[in-house]
């Protein structure tokens, strides 16, 4: 379908332009790219940063927690920005909502960003930080059996090579995970299409893609770990359950779309859903778009159902 013509006034920015920049000026522009988009922070019951050490670094993450007296469920969230930019605050009105419509606790974790902390520090930080939010559970108010995973963009990529880790590892257990607009094929060795087909001006273009994997790839082979790009890993089997969202104008829609139909392949639970005339990174743009309200809406809802919980 066309693409939303909201969309049109934010396609005018020189996207590319942005790469030029120092470093710290790209992610302050990145950070605050979202202000007139992402929506309102809605209230909940508390909201706590902790810091986690782990073998990487001390790891910030932000406790949000619903009002009543728990154990809650929880939803540990990985934000996005290319393994660059990004942190907590860009997702702040995203995770709040989370914990306000399904009652569970949300954990969002700033991850250290490339080229500071390559591949493979920021999947070692984040298994290493979810190990900890299992492990203090109880002092989180936390039901231990019910935690779920998910993230947008890279964060995306992260969660699902955690699922497969933990998987592998067996040191805990994931109920579930939702994977949005996520980067699975770092080099695209899979032939997606839809890096042809919108390899330019929806925003994320092929060329921003390469940009961005340079910076937290040490080196090309790298991409061939399933660490690095999950959809490469042979066995998909016994993974959680999965909410996966794509968008018709994102050049990494293929590789979604096909992880998804590789994990079905496998025998794992999937809902899938590509949102027609949108563009990567739509899922935060709360105030404007109505896709991104209902793709949060089948968020919640997936999350609830794989919670056993009704939404109010």
């Known amino acids: 379908m066309p693409l939303n013509p909201k969309l049109n006034k934010l396609l005018e920015t020189d996207f590319a332009q942005i790469y030029t920049l120092p470093l710290e000026q790209q992610r302050e522009w990145y950070a605050h790219s979202w202000d007139d988009c992402k929506g309102s922070a809605v209230e909940v019951g508390t909201v706590q940063d902790f810091t986690v050490t782990t073998s990487v670094r001390d790891t910030r993450i932000r406790v949000y927690s619903p009002q009543g007296d728990g154990p ?9 920005g290319g393994f660059v930019f990004g942190n907590i605050e860009v997702y702040d009105p995203i995770c709040r909502r989370i914990t306000d419509t399904v009652k569970c606790t949300v954990i969002s974790i700033e991850y250290g960003l490339a ?18 939010i299992f492990g203090h559970a109880e002092r989180l108010n936390l039901c231990a059996n019910r935690i779920a995973i998910g993230g947008d963009s890279v964060g995306g990529t992260l969660a699902a090579v955690i699922c497969q880790l933990s998987r592998d590892t067996g040191e805990f257990k994931l109920v579930y995970q939702v994977i949005i607009n996520a980067m699975l094929d ?3 060795v899979t032939e997606p299409k839809s890096r042809v087909e919108n ?6 273009t092929t060329k921003g893609i390469e940009w ?20 490469l890993a042979e066995y998909l089997g016994e993974l959680p ?72």
């Not at 080229?115 to 900890?132: D, G, M, N, R």
């Not at 392949?265 to 949102?275: F, S």
């Open 186 to 188: 770092l080099l695209g």
């Open 212 to 231: 961005f994997v340079s910076r937290y790839l040490n080196e090309a082979s790298e991409a061939r770990s399933p660490l690095a790009s999950p959809l």
């Open 199 to 204: 390899a330019e001006g929806y925003r994320l």
């Open 72 to 80: 809650f469920p929880a939803f540990v969230w990985i934000h996005g």
């Open 241 to 312: 359950p999965a909410c996966m969202i794509t968008s018709e104008y994102d050049p990494l829609r293929d590789e979604g779309e096909m992880y998804a139909q590789r994990l079905i392949a496998a025998g794992v639970d999937v809902c899938l859903k590509r949102y027609n005339g949108v563009i990567h990174g739509f899922f935060n743009m709360q105030e404007t778009l109505e896709e991104a309200q209902d793709a949060l809406a089948l968020v919640c809802a997936m999350l609830a159902e794989a919670f056993g919980k009704e939404l109010q």
């Open 115 to 132: 080229p500071e902390h390559k591949f493979p520090q920021p999947v070692a930080e984040c298994y290493q930080t979810i190990s900890w």
